[in-house]
């Protein structure tokens, strides 16, 4: 059978858009069972499995132990997960910032920092329901209907992030990692100690390692979709590495790997798609 990839991305409703980026539907089919890393990036892990689970055989924590989920939610991360796959996967992954933790699930990110957890054990109702919403339905349309009615219903807008975190974390992601830290704890009027300690507090990553983190999926995006004459040297500089050694070493840090290694091992991955809208 012929490899093939179809992924599909849509917005979500108006209301969830301050704290889910959008939805991403992936169907993989006819690929060499093998793994698949699951890397750092300014999302938490939320994906509803369609038909086979998502089976984590090696966590971001190594003294988690590997497990199978139907509906898998975890927060940020500094290295990579490893995820077995038998040449097919189907599924809905919600690019959800940590700002939605408080929202959705009445905690901060931080208290999912490295852990992965089916997302009823965060959130019951949520969790099931979701779940069985999308497995139900019969295309991407339909399936980011569901996805909408069940976050609506669950979502509680008035418990938000602080506002100066929130434009923190806002500011983070609009440069791609790339703003010095000391000025944008002046620029909300808090020192650099005291950002760093309420920041961690709330997602778990201090914002130097978060701006990394942002910097890096910045870089890998690049490299998965740019033309193979843009040398890595150049994703470097554009994604503001001192070098390309720079890049080389927070990638084997953040990914497991060389920029190469990835390139050649890795299947096409959710987190990088060249995917069309299904609506606005």
């Not at 910045?218 to 040297?233: F, G, K, Q, T």
Request: hydrophobic share 40%; proline share 7%.
């Amino acid at each position: 059978m012929e490899a093939t990839t179809e992924v599909v991305t849509a917005a979500p409703a108006p209301v969830l858009a301050a704290f889910i980026d959008r939805y991403l539907g992936y169907r993989m089919v006819g690929y060499e069972p093998g793994l698949h890393r699951g890397l750092p990036s300014r999302h938490m892990t939320f994906i509803v499995a369609i038909g086979p689970t998502v089976d984590v055989v090696e966590h971001t924590d190594p003294r988690q132990a590997p497990g199978s989920f139907r509906c898998v939610l975890s927060g940020l991360q500094a290295t990579p997960a490893l995820i077995s796959h038998n040449g097919f996967q189907e599924g809905v992954a919600i690019e959800l910032t940590p700002l939605g933790s408080r929202v959705l699930f009445g905690m901060p990110a931080r208290e999912l920092w490295d852990t992965s957890i089916e997302c009823r054990d965060a959130q019951a109702e949520l969790g099931d329901h979701l779940a069985d919403a999308v497995q139900s339905q019969p295309d991407w349309p339909s399936r980011f209907a569901a996805c909408d009615r069940a976050l609506l219903a669950a979502a509680r807008t008035e418990s938000i992030t602080a506002p100066e975190l929130t434009w923190a974390w806002r500011a983070l992601v609009g440069t791609g990692g790339t703003c010095e830290i000391t000025p944008l704890a002046e620029r909300i009027g808090w020192s650099r100690q005291h950002l760093t300690r309420k920041f961690t507090a709330e997602f778990g990553a201090s914002p130097k390692l978060a701006a990394r983190i942002i910097r890096f999926e910045r870089a890998r995006r690049m490299l998965a979709d740019v033309p193979s004459y843009v040398s890595i040297a150049q994703v470097a500089a554009a994604c503001g590495y001192y070098d390309q050694a720079h890049l080389n070493r927070d990638f084997v840090e953040l990914a497991g790997c060389a920029p190469t290694t990835w390139l050649a091992e890795e299947i096409p991955s959710v987190q990088d798609p060249a995917a069309p809208e299904a609506r606005g």
